[in-house]
């Protein structure tokens, strides 16, 4: 089966989604009013210095200010220096190296997520098709996706020629995985494009700009994944939109112009997304569990401080033993797994429970082919061993919301629990505030309004203790059932 991207637009959203073999790997999406920052360049302004905390918040022009650390301040620094052969640069103290008001150019390295700021650096970089411009650094590196030692040697002594060895002016260069194969021609003339944007991006700097100005702005969705996306094995882009086929066509024309003939309007019956199955794959995407061909599950949990995956036999017996069962199904989850990873956009801390396998060689086959599919995902991942609970923890690049943040909201009954409460606890919880209110204001009538269930469950299943209490305390209660009242809601009413 081919693999293809999908470029869906509407007046609200634009929505690309990367198919290989026929089943969907990565799902990008950008609305109207709720674009990703990474990659934006700012002139920003200092506002707090933290010297507790080594780093300092930067109004760049957002709702909330940004955070820089003094790590991504020092690392743009060229006199620094190790302690040792070998070590890190020591990190001086932020007050030595910024100051509040001060105006400085800064980039966005990760979106603004939940009630944190967008995530800052002063380390410049603007990407291209095949190389990465480094302003103000003399960094020449290839990247690690590309493993062949070979290739990776050869791609430095292109990136040399066309540098024409150290130029005068500070640059640095990162060699793209998309370069791989690729020939001097193709790496000049995207230098040659990095080095124009650049100077007149230098122009803006020494212009003056006010603070919260933004210098320079990444590209659109449907552009930015023919630059990062589009390699030799996508055999045809298809979008469904015509004016963004005509932008697309011309940036093909002059970035990927040997591809661009696979770049075609899609003029199919029903929606693009609908003939692929990938509306199908998204609302699967954002369920708690994944079945697994086996009868094996996977359960994934985000929270707060990390996401958790356990695997699970579910009905799968096997053939041979419970070690061989075992076995199978966690290099199904491995492999699974992975891609569950691209296509929510999972990242930061990711614990992954593993069933239980007393085989060292087992669980070695297992990280091997868990590392093995990973190696497929464009984030950056580090996996650990297995622990001795039998877990293995990973962690994998975010620089956006996952899918699940980007496309739902929390419960508005549960406040994003995943739980409310039982009928019974709200009944007791009533029977409480009934105590409390007539003790409170000596009154003889009350009123409760709840929930049709909660009303329901009290007269059917508590009319004894209704009884009770209305003989105890001398009062009447009346029951009222509102339609638009959560479960967990309701209220005592003095008549």
Known sequence: MSNELLINVTPSETRVALVESGLLQELHLERRGDISYVGNIYIGRVERVL???????????????????????????????????????????????????????????????????????????????????????????????????EERARLRSLVDEILGGRESNRVGLIVRTNAEGVGTRELSRDLEYLRRLWAGLEKMLDSDCDPGTCIYEDLTLSLRALRDLMHGGIERVRIDDAETLRRAQSFASSFIQEWSDRLEEFRGPGPIFDLYGVEDEITRALRRNVSLKSGGHLTIDQTEAMTTIDVNTGGFVGTRSFADTVYKTNLEAAQALSRQLRLRNLGGIIIVDFIDMTDDEHKRQVLRMLNQALGRDPARTTVSEISALGLVEMTRKRTTESLEHRLCEPCPHCGGRGWQKSTDTVCSEIFREILRAVRQFETGRLMVLAAPPVVEKMLDEYTGPLAEVTEKLGTSIRFQAEEQYAQEQFDVVLL
């Open 51 to 149: 010297p507790g905390m080594q780093a300092a918040f930067v109004d760049i022009g957002l709702n909330r200010t940004a955070f820089l650390h003094a790590t991504e301040i020092a690392r743009s620094r060229p006199e620094l220096e190790s302690d040792a052969e070998g070590q890190e640069p020591t990190v001086p103290p932020i007050c030595e190296m910024i100051r509040e008001g001060q105006s400085l150019p800064v980039q966005v390295i990760k979106d603004p997520m939940g009630s944190k700021g967008a995530r800052l650096t002063t380390q410049l970089s603007i990407p291209s098709r095949y190389l990465v411009y480094l302003p103000g650094s003399d960094t020449v590196g290839v990247s690690l996706r590309i493993d062949n030692e």
